[in-house]
């Protein structure tokens, strides 16, 4: 079956532009995470979805970022008035439940600037 | 002090030989541990997953850990070329969902 895909898979903003970014997670896929990779470090956890209800917002940098998952299926993350620091690769990963393996989508490599 | 800890490497090794990648982890509640490959521009893949003290065995990989001493490593043996990549060592707590991930040692394999 197909996996997690994410679009766009790459992304150029000035600074101070709105982008989204979009999530299919694997169908059936209760959960749903977001975690954002700066260069050379390891994925560090943004936001945590299950089903529609999103669980745990904790790890969101500032009120600029925002995410969505409406019908429990696919999500977007949101980020307002991008700044140069905002520039990552965002990945999208699901899993059946929480305590599930996690599946990472190809992610979105954003750059700011 | 970061949550998990890798050497950020490069870790040289010769084709055909064994690759000890190592991870030690600050929370003594943590219960699961991963380690995932991240091939440069891709997506991390899950290598395994180990949640009980000893080694774990899977194909040319073992994953070996020491609760007492917060410390979890990957073993690759008959390493090849294509093993080249970054690991990623990564932990859960118990009942939590959000993985916790070091910043990955970079393994490269000499043909």
């Known amino acids: 079956g197909a996996g997690v895909s994410q679009s766009p898979r790459y992304k150029v903003a000035k600074r101070g532009q709105d982008v989204a970014l979009r999530c299919d997670p694997i169908?059936?896929?209760?959960?749903l995470f977001w975690y954002q990779q700066a260069l050379g470090q390891g994925p560090e956890f943004l936001t945590y979805?299950?089903?529609?209800?999103?669980?745990?917002k904790s790890g969101l940098p500032s009120d600029r970022f925002f995410a969505e998952r409406p019908e429990g299926s696919v999500s977007t993350l949101k980020i307002q008035r991008t700044q140069q620091e905002d520039s990552a690769v965002y990945l999208c990963?699901?899993?059946?439940?929480?305590?599930?393996?996690?599946?990472f989508g190809p992610g979105t490599r954003l750059l700011v600037l | 002090q970061k949550e998990v800890e890798q050497n950020s490497g490069p870790l040289s090794v010769p084709e055909g030989a064994i690759a000890s990648l190592n991870c030690t982890y600050s929370?003594?509640?943590?219960?699961?541990f991963f380690w995932y490959r991240q091939y440069s521009g891709k997506s991390p893949e899950l290598i395994m997953f180990?949640?009980?003290?000893g080694d774990k065995e899977d194909g040319r990989f073992t994953a070996q850990l020491n609760k007492a001493s917060q410390y979890v490593s990957l073993l690759i043996r008959d390493s090849q070329p294509s093993d080249s990549a970054t690991y990623l060592c990564?932990?859960?707590?118990?009942?939590?969902?959000?993985?916790?991930f070091g910043s990955g040692t970079r393994l490269l394999v000499r043909p």
């Open positions: 169908s059936g896929h209760v959960s």
């Open positions: 979805f299950q089903n529609e209800a999103q669980l745990d």
């Open positions: 990564a932990v859960k707590g118990d009942s939590s969902y959000k993985l916790i």
């Open positions: 929370d003594r509640g943590s219960q699961s």
């Open positions: 990963a699901s899993s059946l439940s929480s305590q599930e393996t996690q599946y």
């Open positions: 180990i949640y009980s003290n």
